[in-house]
């Protein structure tokens, strides 16, 4: 193969990556978006009990969006038939209060069933430049889970929306 050959081989293949790239920020998928699992210290807090069975999801990414969901707990991970499966998310913010319109929703998609479930204010912390909100909410597995297993969750404040989807399964 010429040299000629070569260098328009290499330039057609980086064309290719950046095409691809591309294409990928343009369906709005981060590539920085890195999910980190960590166990869940088991607290004897009554309401924010969790087992060692829990998770914990870091949400890191070079594009923040306003609200920022940056954390993502789920017990138990490895969740059974008959189970309730707790979801706690946390939330940072810039907005210095938290309406009674801001909400956080959660969709859990099972094989080809969801189940919408909603998330209560737990707490509030933080200082006037940056809010950070714990959120909780529920739901129970009624069946099995055969191949696939996603929660998403979607926050919105006065700020705007964002959403996370983690795949369990």
């Known amino acids: 193969m010429s040299q000629k050959q070569k260098l328009t081989l290499l330039i057609i293949l980086n064309i290719l990556i950046f095409s691809l790239l591309s294409f990928l920020v343009w369906q709005n998928i981060e590539v920085s978006h890195i999910l980190k699992t960590n166990p869940l210290q088991i607290t ?23 609200p920022q969901i940056i954390e993502v707990k789920v017990d138990p991970f490895d969740v059974k038939e008959g189970e309730t499966q707790i979801v706690t998310v946390k939330i940072k913010s ?20 969801s189940v919408n479930f909603p998330f209560e204010l737990k707490k509030v912390e933080g200082e006037e430049e940056e809010t950070i909100t714990t959120w909780q909410g529920s739901w129970q597995l009624d069946g099995s889970i055969e191949k696939n297993f996603q929660i998403r969750i979607l926050a919105e404040n006065e700020k705007g929306e964002n959403t996370v989807t983690i795949t369990l399964k």
């Open 44 to 66: 004897n807090h009554k309401e924010n009990q969790m087992t060692d069975r829990a998770k914990t999801y870091t949400i890191i990414t070079q594009k923040p969006k306003d």
């Open 94 to 113: 810039t907005s210095p209060t938290v309406r009674s319109e801001d909400y956080v929703k959660g969709l859990v998609v099972i094989d080809d069933k």
